[in-house]
Structure formats: structure tokens, C-alpha cells
């Protein structure tokens, strides 16, 4: 039974998934500070939250049974994603689920900003009539200044045209084709800073971003300019846009979003007249909500399952495309890294993937957290390594990784071949894997064999001279072990040798003791594969 948590309020629509899966426990308890949160979380797999929760180191390493954090909206500023990376606990958000509602909540802010709606509706409701204190400004004909042209900036921007907006943005990922499209004139940063009279921020809060407007910036811009924060507290410095506002610079300004939510009672933005705020409720909305939990609860069920999974925020993107192509190779290689594991003497020093045929023009790199999963497993335990957390693992042992392509097919049309350095030597294995078959093993260094990577295999280095292969069967024979298939290779006759052997039961220490006693046998190595 997989046990999940929830500790920010989620849909309960949303959460109807998880709710009714037979093979999961929910509990959702809500308000919990690091402390409690750490105290009951070592019994759970699965973490689910909002904003509210922060997900520190401390609470993974509390976490030992966690397997995944799902953020039921975009924004994962509240999680650790390094160390969720270097534990491999997967996180998963729900990106597309609240892009409309938050985009319409900043532009509601930006409409209550120019028109002073909520300055109005108090002082109305307070017994005061007065029509003089509120006189706004048009959006028509004004310029929209927009960081961040991802989901949420787009959409804004579209609105935006609609109202008659000039619209210039700044977005790294952003193509100028795509802007022409869209309608918007891609500027520098501080292009945009120095013309905008509206400007709002829709990036992530990074290191990057992270007061990204601030005192500088401020001191460039349009005088009576507004700007608006929807996206994340810290990416507007808050100290500089008090003293721009008090210097006349910015005209008002709307938040969504605080550097410390909640903010103290003290905020001045709380008592600012020229400061509209609301309480984070960008994705509050019904049709949102339910979104963004139905699409978490969804990638948790599939990843406690093992299943395939989207969304994963501390793994990479891979196109479908990609992926269906690479999707059987990746036990392949997993296998393969497990067996060179077993095989190799020494500290690991250098992975490299090398592909052949039709892989060679596909980004393979992709491939070896799947190859170092498997390596890495061997000598750290399977519950410390997944391919999540395996090549930083591999890094932060400085391991140096390659990825090496060739047109050329040796023995089939798709072949990896993972070679493994170590301190004291170097081996290479093959193989290859077609869609909807499992893969083979096709090459074990310079010998060319056809195994399927299951149950236990014996490789064999001997001196090529007659009646070894006897010797080798009697001796298995006579402790019970059954060979399977047989494979020989050697170099030249009366040169070095090899023997691999698919035995159906495992040899023991003492049955590998006694194939050394045999004076040719120069090394013997048993690869289990589970
Ligand atoms: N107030 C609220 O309740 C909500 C806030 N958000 C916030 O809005 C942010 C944006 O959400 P989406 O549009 O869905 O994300 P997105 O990932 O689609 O867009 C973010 C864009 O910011 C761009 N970017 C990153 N660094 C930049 C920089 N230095 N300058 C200019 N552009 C930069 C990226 O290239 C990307 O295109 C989220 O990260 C989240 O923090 C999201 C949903 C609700
Ligand atoms: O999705 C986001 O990034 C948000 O900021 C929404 O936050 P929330 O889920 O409302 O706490």
C-alpha cells in the first residue's frame, strides 16, 4: 500500500484518483510547520502541496521512503529541487492546469490598478462618495511590458492586444518568429524597463530572477509607470518599488505575491494607498484547482506504479518522439551497466555510451542515467540509486561521462555499446534492443555472444587448451548447477579465451573457488541480473 500525503488544501475533485485507488492511503493534513511536517513524514511516498508547504532538504532527508513531491500547480520555488535531485525524489508539477486563471487574475489586477477599484470600493462602502480621488487611465494605446513570455505572459499578451495594448516582451526562449505572431515586439530587458507604462513579471523566481527589478531598474523608468507582480514574491524588490513610489516614478502598483507570504501586519505594501494586493490567489479558481490536483494525482499513481510519467521537474524533457524511440533501450542499458558492474575491477573512472545504426542520430545522452542506474546500483544499493538522481551521483564521485555516436552497425541495426573505465582497467559490453523484444546482450568485449540479460551468467577467462569446457561442466554438474547455453570465443587457438555460461541457478563462492583451482582459468566473474 502506497502511503500519500497531502499538507496544502488540494480539490478534492482532483484528488478523486487517488482516493478510489485501491492500492494507495491518503491523508491530507493540513498546516503543519517544517518540524511536524518532518516528524510524521518518514512513513510516506508521496508528498502533495501547493505553495504553503516549504519542502526543505530536512524534510527529505526525513522522507527516507519518498519517492516523489507533486506541486499541484506551477511554481516549485517551495522545493529543494537539489536535493530532492541527489536523494531521487522525483517532482512533478501540474503546468498547464492554472495558465488561464492566473493570466486573468493579473490582468483583473491590472484593470483594478488603472481604474483604482479596490481603493474605490472601500472608501464607497465606508459612506464616502467621491468620484474626484479615483480618475484612472486607459489600457488602449498603452505599452505592456512583459518578462517572462512563457504560459502565463503569453496569454496576457493576447488579452492585452485585445484591449488595444502595444505589447513588448523579453523572454530568452522566446523566438522572434513565434512574437511576430503572437503580436509582440521582443525588446532588451532594459529597452522594455524604459518604455513600458504597464509591466508585469511572469517568470519563475530563481537565482536569476530574484530581484530582477529592483533600485536600478526603477530609477530608468517612465515616470507614472505600473507594474504588477502575479508571478512570485522576490522577483520585484520590494524595498526599491517603496521608494519609487514614493519618488513619484511608479504610479501604483498590484501584487499577487509577497517575499514572505504571509506578509507581517507590518507590510507597508498593506497600508500603501497606491498598492492594490491580493492573498496568492493567482490559481484560485475552481476550473484551476481542479486541473492541476486531477493532473498530479494522476503522475503519483503512475510513478508509486512505475509507470511512465510526465511533467518531471528535475529530469529532463524528452520528446514523445524521442522517447518511443529510445523507450527500449532503456532496461538494455540498464542491464548492461549492471553486468559491467559485476564485471570490472576498481573505482569507477569514466561511462561512456557509444551508439551505432539507426540510435547514432538521436540524443542518446539520454541513455546513461539508465546505464549508470544500473552500474551505480551494484555497489550503492537499488534504493539509493534511480535515474533520477544517478548521474549526479556519478558526478559528485567524478565519474566523467561520455556520449559517443558511429553510422557504422556492427551485429544489428541499433547497437550500444557502454564502456567502463576504472582504476585499474578497462571493459566494454554491447547490445541491442528492437521495439516490443527484450534486449540482448551482443557483445561482451571483443567476443561477440547472443544472451538475454536474465538470471545468472558465468564469464570465464581461460588459456585456450583442450578439456577445459569438460572440466567446467563436470564441475557445475556435479554441484547441481544446469547450463543453459554455452558460448566459446578466444582470439587465436592456444591464445586467451572465454566462456560464458547461462547456468540456471546461482554458483556459489565455493563452486567459483573451484573453477580458479582449474590451473587455465585465469578469471571468473558471475553476472546476476534481476
Ligand atoms: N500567482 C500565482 O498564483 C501563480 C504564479 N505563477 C508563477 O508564474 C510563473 C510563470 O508561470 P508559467 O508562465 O506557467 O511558466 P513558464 O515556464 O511557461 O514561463 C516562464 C517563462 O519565464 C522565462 N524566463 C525565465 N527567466 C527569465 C528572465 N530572466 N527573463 C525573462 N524571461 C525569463 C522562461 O523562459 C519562460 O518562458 C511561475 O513560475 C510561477 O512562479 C504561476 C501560477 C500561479
Ligand atoms: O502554481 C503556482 O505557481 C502558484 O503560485 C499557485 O500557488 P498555489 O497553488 O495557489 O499555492
Redesign the pocket.
Known sequence: MFKVLVTDPISDFGLQQLIGAEDVALSQITGLCEEELISIISSYDALLVRSQTKVTRRVMEAGSRLKVIARA???V?NIDLEAATSRGIIVVNA?DG??VT?CEHTFAMMMALARHIPQAYAKTIAGHWDRKSFLGVELRNKVLGV???????IELSKRAAAFGMDIVG?????SKERADKLGIKLLTMDEIIRTADFLSV?????K??HH?IARPQFNVMKRGMRIVN???GGIIDEVSLMEALDKGIVAGAAF??FENEPPVAEHPFLKHPKIIVTP????STLEAQENVALDVSEQVIHILRNEPFKNAVNMPVVPKELLNKLQPCFALCEQLGKSLAQMTDGAVREVAVECEGNLADLDTSLLIPYVLKGLLSHHLGSERVNVVNAVHLAKSRDIHLLVRKSVLAQSSTSEITIRLKTTIEERWVSGSALPGAQGRITRIGPYPVDITPEGYVLLISQNDKPGIIGRVGNLLGNNGINIATMQVGRNEIGGSAVMILKIDNKASANVIEALLEIPEIKRVREIIFD
Open positions: 500547480g506551477v511554481g520555488d503546468p492554472n495558465t492566473t518578462l517572462g513570455l512563457g504560459r502565463i505572459g523579453y523572454d530568452p526562449y522566446l511572469h517568470t519563475p523566481l530563481t536569476e530572477t530582477l502575479c508571478a512570485r499577487d505575491v496568492h490567489l493567482g490559481a
